[in-house]
């Protein structure tokens, strides 16, 4: 631990020189987590200030490396699928010779004529679309509230009370009213969320394995569970440096991916 201590550079949010290998760092965070507990239970040790520091030089330099290329390749044409289907320009089928309405990308461009109700149903539909590309969950709910003044403008939540998956929700208020592009970029953010959750299930269930493409990506999403709030949550407004979180990485770099897509066509893999 002394070694990540010493090479990250609080300023900078960056790992400074040649960090230790990736098997010495998840021996750290899976360490750590054993002793914390995951998110729900992270009152049972807290981590020191150095701990937290370590981690968050963990955090750094995962964040330098990338998302991890088996992962990406993985989930490239989960993505490709969804991003495709939100940016059509063909209508929908016709169902009984009857139109189903506008293509998906006039109905995003179409955003700022749309009032609260329109708004929500828009994005209902892209849920919908982005769950059928990738093989989301069908048990989670979505709901559009108030996150508080100064809160997120989207947050998913796994309840232990809660039945199916867990709540997605979204803050109307929060949103750009003229920009459509961009709130679907907020709902992709948070729907990646839902998909990190689906695949953690799926490891702790032991229906995805070590030897599976997914898993060494997947470990570091679980990992994090345990310090998100004490080296996370507190940098979420500076700057760029809360997105080293590996969670809040891989589900910005959608947010990023769909930008580009929108505007360029361009898609590329983590």
Do not use: C
Request: hydrophobic share 40%; no cysteine.
């Amino acid at each position: 631990m002394s070694k990540l201590l010493e090479g990250y550079d609080v300023a900078k949010g960056a790992f400074i020189g040649i960090p230790p290998d990736d098997a010495a760092l998840r021996a750290v965070l899976r360490s750590l987590y054993l002793r914390t507990g995951d998110m729900r239970e992270r009152t049972k040790a807290p981590l020191t200030d150095a701990e937290a520091q370590a981690v968050a030089a963990i955090y750094a330099i995962y964040d330098q490396q990338g998302i991890d290329p088996a992962f990406a390749a993985a989930e490239f044409p989960l993505r490709e699928r969804a991003f495709k289907g939100l940016n059509s320009t063909l209508p929908p089928p016709k169902v009984d010779g009857k139109e189903q309405g506008e293509a998906f990308r006039n109905r995003i461009l179409g955003w700022v004529s749309l009032d609260e109700q329109g708004k929500e149903q828009l994005l209902r539909d892209a849920a919908t679309l982005v769950n059928e590309a990738y093989g989301l969950p069908s048990d989670y709910a979505l709901e559009f509230a108030s996150l508080g003044e100064g809160g997120p403008y989207g947050q998913y939540r796994v309840e232990k009370t809660q039945g199916g998956s867990g709540r997605l929700i979204l803050d109307l208020a929060k949103f750009d009213p003229k920009d459509g592009r961009r709130a679907i970029a907020r709902l992709l953010h948070e729907l990646v969320h839902v998909y990190q959750a689906a695949l953690m299930r799926a490891v702790v269930k032991r229906e995805i394995g070590a030897d599976d493409p997914r898993y060494r990506q997947v470990e570091l999403f679980i990992l994090s569970q345990a310090f998100y709030a004490t080296v996370s949550d507190p940098v979420r407004n500076v700057g760029e440096k809360y997105y080293d979180d590996p969670r809040e990485r891989h589900s910005q770099r959608a947010y990023i991916a769909w930008e580009r897509y929108w505007d360029a066509g361009t898609l590329t893999s983590d």
